[in-house]
């Protein structure tokens, strides 16, 4: 009778729990499915070091060496943009000679929402 009852539940008769069973539902496939859908679709990063304003002959009289000072304080941090979206902000990072962004804080769910209005 034990061995009927652990067969019906998925079990071996013995002490071990019996292994949970992925339940795949129509819905469940059609989202894996449309998620998969966008997967490979490219998207614009950029990371925002900071922004200024020049006029024309300033911008002319730039030359190698000169230095454009930005409206961030050093240390601010920097905000990733996708799609000229923000999502977040970090702070730079080097990684393997190259540099990088450390994230620090994601944007929620709602302001991004606000952020299409």
Request: glycine share 8%; charged share 30%.
């Amino acid at each position: 009778m034990a061995d009927k009852l652990a067969a019906e539940m998925g079990g071996d008769g013995g002490d071990s729990p019996a292994p949970a069973k992925e339940e795949s539902t129509p819905q469940s496939i059609n989202k894996d499915r449309n998620l998969q859908l966008i997967m490979d679709i490219p998207l614009r990063v950029q990371v925002e070091l900071g922004r200024t304003k020049m006029a024309v002959s300033e911008l002319l009289n730039l030359g190698q060496g000169s230095v454009i000072e930005l409206n961030k304080l050093a240390g601010e941090p920097m905000e990733v943009l996708v799609n000229d979206k923000l999502i977040a902000r970090g702070e730079a990072v080097v990684v393997n000679e190259k540099f990088g962004v450390r994230l620090t804080d994601i944007i929620s769910t709602k302001e991004r929402v606000e952020q299409l209005k």
